[in-house]
């Protein structure tokens, strides 16, 4: 059973950074994407960026030019940048693989980002 593991969380300032990893235990056969989703205090969760394994990727409109996706195969490993970050990004962030071929969705514990001054 593939298990995905966050990490690189924590309390920051509002402006500051962070970079969250999410790496897999093991490769991940006909693996079609990876992403990162987010559930605040009071919010369901939503999709934050997702990365194809074809290179394309998308980013949710609240947080384009802020948070950045970025995938290293060799490392199986997905990473989030996450610069200029707002009380608003306060949330729990999950990292999320699909597969095809069969279809699978694999889930990480999630890592707390918390942005407050």
């Known amino acids: 059973q593939v298990q995905l593991v966050e990490s690189g969380g924590g309390s920051v300032q509002p402006g500051g950074s962070l970079r969250l990893s999410c790496a897999a235990s093991e490769t991940i056969n006909n693996l079609f994407s990876m992403a990162w989703y987010r559930q605040g205090p009071a919010t369901q969760r939503e999709l934050v960026a997702i990365?194809?394994?074809?290179?394309?990727?998308t980013t949710a409109e609240s947080v384009k030019g802020r948070l950045t996706i970025s995938m290293d195969n060799a490392k199986r490993t997905v990473y989030l940048q996450m610069n200029s970050l707002k009380p608003e990004d306060t949330a729990v962030y999950y990292c999320n693989a699909d597969t095809v071929s069969p279809g699978r969705n694999y889930w990480g514990q999630g890592t707390q980002v918390t942005v407050s001054s």
């Open positions: 990365i194809f394994t074809g290179g394309a990727r």
